[in-house]
């Protein structure tokens, strides 16, 4: 700029000045809003594509991920110009992938790693790049396509300018008069690096640096077959003697947001992000596995674990059905050489936090995902009426679970597959909202941790884009005749309050040494036996403490001496009645896992049988180190005249005994007495 004079040029000179200010003001707020975001300083490389005969890569200059093609597997994850994170020695198809486990009639246990067949650019631009991999089930050759389960899969892989990681997600379609089928499990897998990635996170209580797979295959084989004793580890001399199963790394749906690997060496992460459940089967507290020793991360849409044959899928003939799975977020971070570790974590966290505020997205391509706009909500309040808990008047049901599923009876949300779920937990003051909703048809059901029992309201709810449902307040009224007579235990659907005994020596896990997880310690049924020798658990209501006098698991008993030799066990309740009251008494038993059992109930005396619960369970939740599994409820009359004034004892018979893994976990047993006039 040239100026005619000095006055002149004061004048622009403050100016200048002033433009200089502004724009210095704006590039710090930007600094600081990106940094503040997670997202790096500097402008973000485009979106790069590139397609190749076999492969394809896509590249946004901090992560790089190559796809084989038209396949879709993850051959390989490259970071801040790191060489890749998959096990490089692996097979393409053995490094990241996604399977699904699958049955016919009279065929089970397929398993599918699902390879697609076609492969199309969905998006491609500097901000995103969203490619397919799909293949579909050819229906008019149903006998060739004997070795595919009968769907179309369509799997999404998206890369976002600026971010590191990606999100992949995948659809699975079954068109009307398709054949019958059964849906067991479904998931992602990645196989890592070995050489780089050794240090496990599960959650804040679970770290540990992990075994490798060749430690697995000298150590010890335990009495429960995916458990081993580390006797002849050799790289990690804290794993001798330790024992490593998969199970003991599960943690139920609503806390399994973030889990992930540490590489040492290169101060690099590798986490498995979940925003959200609304794609996974059996409600908020259904348990899944993580990790494992490989090092191998999942992200599990689908399993029967800890439920049993109840959480499959089952189509019948003709049956359509479509499904979104995902998306989910692998996100990769890294911090400077002379800083801790442990900020790997704290980021990894901080990221899953950005994800869930994201949630739902708004990049997926696919039609069959419905962005905000899409969705609608519903509010309300839950409160609990209780007639013979705080004089009868309704209270806030403070901390319970509300959530949208499909429609069916009380409870049966437990074990629904096919739709999507919506849960969330009520506030203080008993209210509650559901967002972000998909459009369709539920049920609003809800669990009170306090009290026993299922709600479900009653009118069916319609769920349309952009529609706010007020519901008002809604009471639940928990089962209940009588006044509590006594009481075991704490309405939980969890057996974590009982006693849970110090584990043997020699299975001690020093990575579960925390209180929060002592349940989760190997071999812990065995120390039944080891506590009542030669008699049964004999709890005395009013004398013994549930907390340190019932053992956690009613199981079976190994018979010293005889070779894979068990026998049933019965418990009993012994309690004083000053006087017995004219009508019907009310034994309710909540069970928070059963596996493989039958129980009777006795009362006074042992040969009148006053309940028989048939063959129930198959959670195994005692073999895979968890305190519950799916949860039950029995409503047991009692007869006054089957008591007497004084002592009166209940017996508790679990009859089967071919295992040591057979058995029972109790939520909570109350006896009531007959209901006030």
């Keep these: 700029m040239v100026c005619s004079s000095s006055a002149s040029q004061t004048v622009a000179l403050k100016r200048c000045r002033s433009w200089v200010l502004c724009l210095f003001f704006f590039l710090m707020v930007t600094i600081i809003s990106m940094v503040a975001d997670g997202e790096p300083v500097s402008p973000p490389q485009r979106v790069l594509l590139k397609t190749y005969s076999k492969h394809v890569e896509i590249d946004n200059g901090i992560v790089k991920l190559t796809l084989s093609r038209p396949d879709g597997m993850v051959t390989g994850i490259s970071y801040k110009g790191l060489d890749n994170l998959l096990e490089v020695r692996n097979r393409e198809i053995n490094r990241g992938y996604w399977d699904i486990v699958w049955n016919v009639p009279k065929r089970k246990g397929n398993i599918e790693i699902i390879r697609g067949r076609e492969y199309r650019v969905i998006r491609e631009d500097d901000e995103q790049v969203e490619v397919s991999f799909s293949r579909k089930w050819n229906s008019s050759t ?144 259904k348990q899944e596995l993580t990790s494992h020793a490989g090092p191998t991360t999942l992200a599990m849409f689908h399993s029967t674990h800890y439920c049993g044959d109840d959480l499959q ?250 070779e894979n030799g068990y026998k049933s066990t019965t418990w009993q309740i012994r309690f004083h009645v000053r006087s017995i009251r004219s009508g019907m008494y009310k034994l309710r038993v909540a069970i928070a896992s059963a596996q493989l059992s039958r129980f009777l109930i006795h009362v006074n005396d042992p040969r009148r049988t006053v309940f028989r619960s048939g063959f129930i369970g198959r959670d195994n939740a005692i073999a895979r180190h968890g305190v519950h599994g799916l949860y039950w409820l029995y409503s047991i009359e009692v007869q006054s005249r089957w008591l007497r004034p004084g002592w009166n004892i209940i017996f508790l018979t679990q009859t089967k005994s071919s295992s040591p893994f057979q058995g029972i976990m109790y939520d909570y047993i109350r006896l009531e007495e007959p209901p006030l006039l």
């Design 142 to 285: 149903p006998h060739g396509n004997d070795d595919l389960v009968p769907l179309n899969i369509d799997k999404r892989f998206v890369v976002l300018r600026g971010s590191s990681g990606f999100y992949t997600y995948a659809v699975y379609d079954r068109p009307r008069g398709w054949p019958a089928f059964e849906l067991v499990q479904t998931r992602i897998a990645f196989k890592l690096r070995k050489s780089r990635f050794g240090y496990m996170v599960v959650d804040g209580t679970r770290q540990h640096v992990m075994p490798e797979e060749k430690d697995r295959r000298r150590a010890d084989q335990l009495e429960f077959k995916e458990a081993v004793l580390l006797s002849n580890a050799t790289n990690n001399h804290e794993d001798k003697g330790r024992v490593d199963d998969k199970y003991q790394y599960s943690t139920e749906n609503e806390d399994n947001r973030v889990h992930g690997w540490i590489s040492f060496d290169d101060r690099i992460g590798f986490w498995q992000i979940t925003p959200s459940d609304e794609f996974k089967v059996g409600g908020p507290l």
């Design 313 to 562: 899928s089952t189509f019948g003939e003709g049956e359509p059905w479509k499904k979104v799975y995902g998306p989910v977020f692998v996100y990769l971070n890294s911090v400077e050489s002379g800083t801790g570790v442990p900020q790997l974590w704290v980021d990894a966290k901080r990221q899953m936090e950005h994800q869930v505020r994201s949630w739902p997205y708004s990049f997926p391509a696919s039609v069959d995902y419905p962005p905000a706009h899409q969705r609608g909500s519903v509010r309300g309040g839950l409160l609990v009426r209780d007639r013979y808990f705080k004089e009868g008047t309704s209270f806030p049901a403070a901390s319970a679970y509300v959530g949208l599923a499909s429609p069916g009876e009380v409870g049966s949300w437990q074990t629904e597959t096919k739709g999507y779920q919506f849960w969330t937990r009520v506030k203080a003051n008993g209210s509650f909202s559901i967002n972000n909703v998909r459009s369709g048809v539920y049920n609003l059901y809800a669990f009170v941790p306090g009290f026993i029992g299922d709600y479900k309201y009653s009118e069916l709810i319609r769920i349309t884009p952009g529609k706010d449902i007020v519901l008002g307040d809604l009471v639940y009224e928990p089962p209940r005749d009588g006044p509590t007579l006594w009481e075991i235990g704490i309405p939980d659907r969890s057996a974590r309050e009982f006693h849970i005994p110090d584990p043997n020596p020699k299975f001690f896990n020093g990575f579960l040494a925390n209180p929060k997880n002592r349940f989760r310690q190997y071999g812990l049924w065995e120390r039944y036996a080891e506590l009542f020798p030669q008699n049964d658990l004999i709890y005395t209501v009013g004398l013994s403490d549930y907390r340190k006098d019932w053992f956690f698991a009613h199981v079976t008993r190994k018979i010293i001496g005889e």
